[in-house]
């Protein structure tokens, strides 16, 4: 009898290796197997037999640009498969008190606060700057069930980037790991949360999904667009 397809897709992802090299594709972004050897602690011959089979499996792609070799998850489904394993991991203890003190440890601060889900802004900031663009009109359900920028939302976030950079671009909920509420998702919300980055309103941290809210971004988030 074949081995189911599921039985093998689960089994790449059961890897305490692997599932550390997925996860940290979560943040959206490209990675050399150097990078990722050293992010997991293995040798680059090892990272390289693991990074083959979770493209030969679909969980990874890869791009080759000149001499370099990167590294990133196949597509937002298989992110959005990944968020789910670790909700489920996450729900292992069902009190609601245990789940509360282990999300308010010291080392699960940031994360919980900002963190980016396959390039779009999540966690605590993530699902404010849903809530605050909903509340103030400036995106609005679309028929599809999905979601489109407004035209006082288009001049409201002007400061971020072009209007023409906000047309057209796919926008959707996505169900937070973290906050059980959602948070946008989709490519307009990478490209929102890209120009946060650029802007110098978030930083990225090197080893990790964590985001940090930036002094400017304070300024621009906290006291102007997300206020309600």
């Given at each position: ?68 070799r990167y590294f ?48 779009h802004l999540a ?106």
């Amino acid at each position: 009898m074949n081995e189911p397809r599921l039985a093998r897709v689960a089994a790449a992802i059961a890897d305490p290796t692997r599932a550390r090299v997925l996860s940290r594709l979560l943040d959206g972004r490209l990675h050399t197997a150097g990078e990722l050897a050293t992010h997991a602690g293995v040798t680059a011959p090892t990272m390289s037999a693991h990074l083959k089979l979770l493209v030969d499996e679909g969980l990874a792609r890869v791009r080759q640009q000149g001499r370099h070799r990167y590294f990133g998850l196949a597509d937002g489904d298989v992110a959005h498969a990944l968020e789910a394993l670790l909700r489920v991991a996450d729900q292992r203890d069902t009190e609601p008190a245990a789940d509360a003190r282990r999300w308010h440890r010291p080392e699960m601060h940031g994360l919980r606060h900002a963190r980016s889900c396959y390039g779009h802004l999540a966690g605590e900031l993530g699902v404010r700057w849903r809530e605050a663009l909903l509340a103030k009109g400036w995106v609005q359900a679309a028929p599809d069930g999905r979601y489109e920028v407004s035209e006082p939302g288009r001049e409201a976030l002007a400061e971020l980037m072009p209007a023409e950079a906000m047309t057209g671009r796919e926008l959707y909920d996505c169900v937070d790991w973290s906050e059980r509420r959602d948070h946008f998702a989709g490519a307009l919300a990478v490209t929102w949360l890209n120009a946060m980055v650029d802007k110098g309103w978030l930083r990225r941290d090197a080893q990790s999904r964590e985001l940090t809210l930036t002094p400017m971004g304070k300024l621009a988030l906290e006291a102007g667009l997300l206020r309600t």
